[in-house]
C-alpha cells in the first residue's frame, strides 16, 4: 500500500535554530496537511496545503511556520526560529481529495526536540 | 468549535477478552465524519473506520465495530476478541466545516497475552 514518508523520524536542534521536516505525500494525492503532537497531548491541526496555497492554518501556525511544496514530491515544514515549546511529534499526510469524509494517510512522524 | 473527548486514557486487557472505547464529540455543524486512528508503537497514524453523521447504522467490520449515536454524540468502538497486536493509542476524530480533523486525546489499550 502507498505511504507517507517523513523524514528525519528523530531530529534534534538548538532552540533559535531553524528546522526543515520533510515529507512525501501519496503520489497521487492533491491535499497536504501538517499536524502536531506534544507529548501527553492531543494530535492539532497545523496547516492544510492545495494547489501551492496553504487552504487553512490554525492559531498555532504563526509567522514562525512556512510551508513549500519545492518540486512534485516533496512537501516541507519549516520552523524558523525554533522555541522549547515546538517540542513534539510532527505527522505529515496526505489526501486524495478534499471531500470532508476523505481519510487521510498520516506518516510516521518526525519527532523534533528543541533543547 | 469542535471538540472530541476520550474520556478514557487507559485500557487494559488480556488477550481474548473485547475492548470497548468511547468517544464524544461536540459540534454545532449538521453535517460531519467521524474516524477512528490507531497509533501503534512504531507511531504512524492508521486510518481504520469512518462513518458521517447521516448514517447511523451500527457496522461490524471483521473484528472491529462500532456504535454511532447522533442522540448522545457518542462514537464507540469496540475491538472483539482482542490480540497483542491490538496494542496501540487509539484516538477518535470529527472532521466538520472545513477540511481538518479534530482529534480526541486518544485511549491507549495495552492487550496481555
Known amino acids: 500500500e502507498p505511504e507517507v514518508t517523513q523524514t528525519p523520524s528523530h531530529q534534534v536542534t538548538q532552540m533559535g535554530q531553524e528546522v526543515i521536516l520533510r515529507c512525501v505525500p501519496i503520489s497521487n494525492h492533491l491535499y497536504f496537511y501538517w499536524y502536531r503532537q506534544i507529548l501527553g497531548q492531543k494530535v492539532e491541526f497545523l496547516v492544510s496545503f492545495y494547489n501551492n496555497e496553504i487552504s487553512e492554518k490554525s492559531e498555532i501556525f504563526d509567522d514562525q511556520f512556512s510551508v513549500e511544496r519545492p518540486d512534485g514530491s516533496n512537501f516541507t515544514l519549516k520552523i524558523r526560529s525554533t522555541k522549547l515549546e515546538d517540542s513534539a511529534m510532527y505527522f505529515c499526510a496526505s489526501s486524495e481529495s478534499e471531500v470532508a469524509n476523505e481519510k487521510l494517510f498520516f506518516g510516521s512522524g518526525t519527532q523534533l526536540s528543541v533543547l | 468549535a469542535q471538540k472530541v473527548t476520550q474520556a478514557q486514557t487507559e485500557i487494559s486487557v488480556v488477550e481474548k477478552e473485547d475492548v470497548t472505547l468511547d468517544c464524544v464529540y461536540e459540534t454545532r455543524d449538521t453535517t460531519y465524519y467521524l474516524f477512528w486512528y490507531k497509533q501503534p508503537p512504531s507511531g504512524e497514524l492508521v486510518f481504520l473506520i469512518r462513518?458521517?453523521?447521516?448514517?447511523?447504522q451500527n457496522e461490524i467490520s471483521g473484528r472491529y465495530s462500532w456504535n454511532f449515536q447522533k442522540s448522545t454524540s457518542s462514537f464507540n468502538f469496540t475491538i472483539t476478541a482482542s490480540q497483542v497486536v491490538d496494542s496501540a493509542v487509539y484516538f477518535c476524530a470529527l472532521k466538520a466545516a472545513g477540511n481538518k480533523l479534530t482529534f480526541g486525546g486518544g485511549t491507549r489499550v495495552l492487550v496481555k497475552p
Open positions: 462513518r458521517n453523521s447521516f448514517d447511523e
